[in-house]
Every structure is written in C-alpha cells, then in structure tokens.
C-alpha cells in the first residue's frame, strides 16, 4: 500500500513557474508507475503526466507537452512535476496517483492510490 502527499501549489502569474512534489511513503515506491492528473472547476479528473516503475519512460498530454517535466527519485520515495510556462488554464487541483504497473496508465480508473491533491492557480 502507499500513501501519497502532494505539496508545492499556490499562486502564479501566467508564463511563471512551479515545481510540485509528491512524497510517498512505502517500501515498494520504486515498484509503482507514477502519475500528475489535474480538475479543474466543473470538470473531469484528466491525465498530465507519468512515469514509469525506474523513471526511464514518460508520457505526457499534448496539453502540457514541452512545458511540463515529470520525474522521481526512487531513493527518496518522491515524484516530482515541473511546470513551465504555466498559463491560465493550467489552474487546477492537481494529484498524484499510484498503479502497481510496468506501463504508464493514462486512465485515471487503472490507478489504485491517490494525494489530497494540491491547487495550482494561474493569473492571467
């Protein structure tokens, strides 16, 4: 089982950056395929960003693509999501997730462990 712990939200201007992190506890962290989904207001829970079980694969939704960098760090049982350039919708709550997989789950259904989550908000 692991529990996830999102941190790093808050408040920036538009074409600023921020840097997420999310701390999982566990001793089989290095043995999850890891994920960023965010939800906005009004709408569905989507996929960001993942990475797999060793860190060597990501995926990325077209949205963020070039702008958004996922990474972990399996010594220290974190994952990481660098946002550049962040524009106004970009704002959202933003979650990482869990999946016990070799691939990188794209669905937010085929993940078993979710963060409260943390609220990034963009001004334009």
């Known amino acids: 089982q692991v529990q996830l712990a999102e941190s790093g939200g808050g408040l920036v201007q538009a074409g600023g950056s921020l840097r997420l992190s999310c701390a999982a506890s566990?001793?089989?962290?290095?043995?999850?395929?890891m994920g960023w989904f965010r939800q906005a207001p009004g709408k569905e829970r989507e996929f960001v960003a993942g990475i797999n079980r060793r860190g060597g694969s990501t995926y990325y939704a077209d949205s963020v693509k070039g702008r958004f960098t996922i990474s972990r760090d399996n010594a220290k049982n974190m994952v990481y999501l660098q946002m550049s350039s962040l524009k106004a919708e970009d704002t959202a709550i933003y979650y990482c997730a869990a999946d016990f997989s070799f691939t990188i789950p794209t669905l937010a259904a085929e993940y078993n462990y979710w963060g409260q989550g943390t609220q990034v908000t963009v001004s334009s």
């Open positions: 566990g001793r089989t962290f290095s043995g999850y395929a």
